[in-house]
């Protein structure tokens, strides 16, 4: 059953957790995050962005989540991650996604409460929950690359503003995370974080969390944090296992052979981050 990710944050921000959301983008990865927390009896949301349901089709990837989770009897949320076209997202609700990001982190605060609003208005009449973003985050996701910008990060009364006038299930902060892996190791702006859940009741949701160390993560959920990002962890541990099997078996042509080790390398990682999010027993 596809759902949406309302009661999931609430409860998580009720018994101090948080809810890890891994992207997706084919057949292996939902089987990997499904199995891995079905046996750890986690909730997990699948996160999609413009263009990974590009890449697999909208309707192809919500009947695979959908098959795969009634298989292992297991409710499932499968959210859009950093979409933005009104039009875009009204077709994936009309297609069953009941859990939408609407990113207007790049436009200015009054755009951003506009086109957040317009969205909220929409998803709600679906019963999907939407998650806003304020302040940005650098690095690349999907073909949306940001460079660093001034003070990207969240102003605390300006996440208050949009929460109060758009009526926002979630919200996506930028205290120091980007998306990627990190060349240095990254800082944190926990004061900031702190001075936003102080103002602001809503579940907040930490994204470009690949990289980030296990300390800084479990105190971003003890400041707030309910929803945890991650992707480019999952590529990497997938691309890398799939890369040094195939130059150590140059005549193996069988993708049922050839994915089986990065199959067990991306389960290692989604086993790694509910152990983080302390999620696992939360279903
Ligand atoms: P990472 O690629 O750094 O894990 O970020 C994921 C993310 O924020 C998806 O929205
Ligand atoms: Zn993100
Ligand atoms: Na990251």
Do not use: W
Not at 57 to 66: D, Q, T
Not at 105 to 125: F, G, M, P, Y
Not at 207 to 230: F, P
């Amino acid at each position: 059953n596809i759902i949406n990710t309302y009661y999931m944050l609430k409860k998580a921000q009720k018994e101090s957790f948080a809810v890890p959301a891994f992207n997706f983008h084919n057949l292996e990865s939902v089987h990997v995050i499904l199995d891995v927390a079905k046996e750890m009896e986690s909730p997990v949301i699948l996160a999609g962005t413009p263009g990974t349901f590009k890449y697999g089709g909208v309707k192809e990837l919500i009947a695979l989540v959908n098959a795969a989770a009634e298989i292992r009897n297991i409710n499932v949320a499968i959210h859009l991650d950093h979409h933005h076209d009104l039009n875009d997202i009204k077709y994936k609700l009309d297609s069953g996604i009941r859990s939408a990001m609407v990113d207007g982190s790049a436009l200015t605060l009054d755009e951003n409460i506009q086109l957040t609003k317009k969205t909220v208005e929409l998803c709600h009449r679906y019963a999907c929950s939407v998650e806003a973003e304020i302040g940005q985050l650098i690095g690349q996701e999907d073909d949306m690359i940001v460079e660093s910008v001034n003070d990207p990060y969240t102003i605390p009364e300006d996440a208050l503003k949009l929460a109060q006038q758009t009526g926002i299930d979630s919200l996506a902060i930028a205290i120091g995370t980007a998306h990627g892996m990190y060349k240095e190791t990254p800082k944190l702006d926990f004061e900031r974080l702190e001075k936003i859940q102080n103002l602001v009741d809503i579940p907040l949701v930490l994204h470009g969390a690949s990289g980030i160390s296990e300390s800084d993560i479990r105190r971003c959920i003890k400041l707030g944090v309910t929803k945890v990002n991650v992707a480019t962890e999952l590529k990497i541990a997938f691309s890398t296992a799939l890369r040094e099997y195939l130059i150590a078996n140059p005549s193996v042509d069988d993708p049922r052979l050839y994915n089986e080790l990065p199959k067990k390398a991306m389960a290692q990682v989604v086993k790694e981050k509910i152990l983080i999010c302390k999620s696992e027993g939360k279903y």
